[in-house]
């Protein structure tokens, strides 16, 4: 059997580079730059059938003047919703989904964040664990998490209120990008859709022999692609739609046993509003201004502690 002291050194650091979950982590990373370039083409290919089918209308002179407006509105209405399903993309791509800020712990000064810490240690130490608000410690980080926070193996750290990792933007969905992974599943189905409405018409040529030219089979192929993504995309819509309806993460839904009531439900409008904010006209962009991030940050870094008999004793009467 091997020693502990063996285990030190050059053959612990041996270990490390073949512990499977790096070695996983590391392949998500290379499969994620993978799909960035994947997303870019569908939206290329897409632009692409719909031009090459709709743009003719548009330049051709012999077509009456209404038909074309209503070609141009077509093409105006698919190109900015590719504009935003673009921006939402890159924004929850490059957004950093939330770091927990380095020294943070939820109690009033440090001799008490290491008694508790001291504490979780005795068999006798009970909390509900069913509950997110009780005080929990990070043993990869080695520093205390925020609630409804986790750690994230493939970004090596925690992430606040972490939602998943999503392969497709090869970053981890958490507080501050939230919102634009939102967005990009809605702008997606939209543009989906509409570029299947726009294409069927061209697909009916398609498979009467009617379409011609190099790019044909491209058409095709977009149109197929677009209706996948809009009924795969429209079905994860529908589910993270019922998570924010009850301002539950992904997480949390999967968690074997929940706490009932689920004490972040602060029902549906102030659970849209606490990801999209109060301003209605804002709720389309991509973004948050600084009191919106503010907001958020305080949402997760101040909330109260879950209250327990040592930490009352150990608040002044």
Request: charged share 15%; hydrophobic share 45%; proline share 6%.
């Amino acid at each position: 059997m091997m020693s502990a002291a063996s285990m030190s050194g050059p053959n612990l650091e041996k270990w490390d580079v073949l512990n499977c979950f790096k070695f996983c982590s590391k392949c998500l990373r290379v499969l994620g730059h993978v799909m960035v370039l994947m997303v870019l083409s569908i939206v290329l290919a897409s632009i692409y059938a719909v031009l090459a089918t709709w743009g003719p209308s548009l330049i051709d002179g012999s077509i009456l003047l209404i038909p074309r407006i209503g070609s141009a509105i077509a093409v105006s209405v698919f190109l900015f919703l590719v504009a935003m399903l673009l921006w939402s993309y890159f924004a929850a791509v490059l957004t950093d989904p939330g770091r927990v800020p380095p020294g943070w712990h939820p109690f009033n000064d440090e001799q008490q964040a290491r008694l508790e810490l001291e504490r979780m240690s005795y068999s006798d130490y009970y909390f509900d664990r069913r509950d997110p608000r009780r005080p929990r410690f990070c043993k990869r980080c080695q520093a205390w998490k925020p609630e409804r926070a986790h750690h994230c193996s493939v970004l090596g750290r925690c992430v606040l209120k972490m939602d998943h990792y999503c392969i497709w933007v090869v970053n981890c969905v958490g507080l501050y990008n939230y919102k634009a992974f939102l967005l990009f599943l809605i702008y997606t189905a939209l543009a989906c859709t509409t570029a299947c409405v726009m294409l069927i018409r061209p697909l009916l040529d398609f498979f009467s022999n009617k379409l011609h030219g190099p790019g044909t089979p491209l058409i095709f192929v977009s149109v197929v692609t677009n209706a996948a993504f809009a009924v795969s995309v429209a079905c994860f819509l529908v589910m993270h739609a019922q998570l924010l309806a009850a301002n539950c993460t992904t997480i949390e839904m999967y968690e074997k046993d929940r706490i009932h009531p689920w004490p972040y439900n602060r029902g549906w409008r102030r659970n849209l509003e606490e990801v999209f904010g109060r301003h209605k006209l804002r709720w389309l962009l991509p973004l948050h201004t600084k009191e919106e991030k503010r907001g958020l940050a305080d949402g997760c870094l101040n909330a109260c502690l879950l209250a327990t008999p040592f930490l009352s004793s150990l608040s002044p009467v």
